[in-house]
């Protein structure tokens, strides 16, 4: 099994640039995530959908939009991405919120110039 | 407002030594608290779990303790090894969302 899948691995973008970051995952969970790690920092929750249908704000939601395509994909798109959006994104999934570890993808390292 | 926050930035031990990584969290309706390992250029992975109705949880070479009334939560691993060199964060979950503190670096040296 492949686990969570995330493409791309690496992505430099202008300023104002718009780009939308891929996540599968084949394990049939319910739950998946999208976290920013800056350096030297922990994850920050960006969004989360519970479940196939559903989707909430977490910490920093501002500047990004998700969706969740089905239950294997949730995607998560800059509009117009400013450098403050330089940061390695994660994506994750769990078989339901809470009491369940998450399973995390390798990262998107995301350069805004 | 809350916050999951870790002791110390960096631990460094000798190989075959215990290591101790410490934890504090401020969200008194955490209930739910997860130990990951991130090694460099990787994504976060699980270690180890500890609901709030436990005071302790063993694993392979690996404890985790929780005490409620301080708010602090510890990992513990035995025998050190230089694969055990990595980022360390922990986690609380509070109404199936994670909040990670901002990570322990822990260096082995042989």
């Known amino acids: 099994n492949a686990g969570v899948t995330q493409t791309p691995k690496f992505q430099v973008l202008k300023t104002g640039q718009s780009m939308t970051l891929q996540c599968a995952q084949d394990?049939?969970?319910?739950?998946m995530y999208w976290y920013r790690q800056d350096p030297g920092m922990g994850l920050r929750l960006i969004y989360y959908?519970?479940?196939?249908?559903?989707?909430d704000k977490g910490e920093v939601p501002n500047g990004y939009n998700v969706s969740r395509l089905n239950k294997r994909e949730f995607s998560l798109r800059l509009e117009s991405a400013a450098p403050s959006q330089t940061s390695v994104y994660f994506c994750a999934s769990s078989s339901k919120p809470g009491f369940t570890e998450a399973f995390f993808g390798q990262g998107t390292r995301l350069t805004v110039v | 407002g809350e916050s999951v926050g870790l002791h110390l930035p960096t631990l460094s031990v000798q190989e075959g030594d215990n290591s101790i990584i410490n934890c504090a969290y401020s969200?008194?309706?955490?209930?739910?608290f997860i130990w990951y390992k991130q090694e460099s250029g990787k994504g976060p992975q699980f270690i180890i779990d500890?609901?709030?109705?436990?005071d302790k949880r063993q694993g392979q070479r690996v404890t985790v303790l929780l005490n409620k009334t301080v708010k602090h939560l510890s990992l513990q691993i035995a025998a050190t090894q230089p694969g055990d060199s990595a980022v360390y964060f922990c986690?609380?979950?509070?109404?199936?969302?994670?909040?990670f503190g901002d990570g322990t670096t822990l260096t082995v040296k042989p």
């Open positions: 969200n008194s309706a955490s209930d739910y």
């Open positions: 500890i609901r709030s109705n436990m």
């Open positions: 986690a609380d979950t509070n109404a199936g969302k994670s909040t």
């Open positions: 394990m049939n969970h319910n739950s």
């Open positions: 959908s519970a479940s196939e249908g559903t989707t």
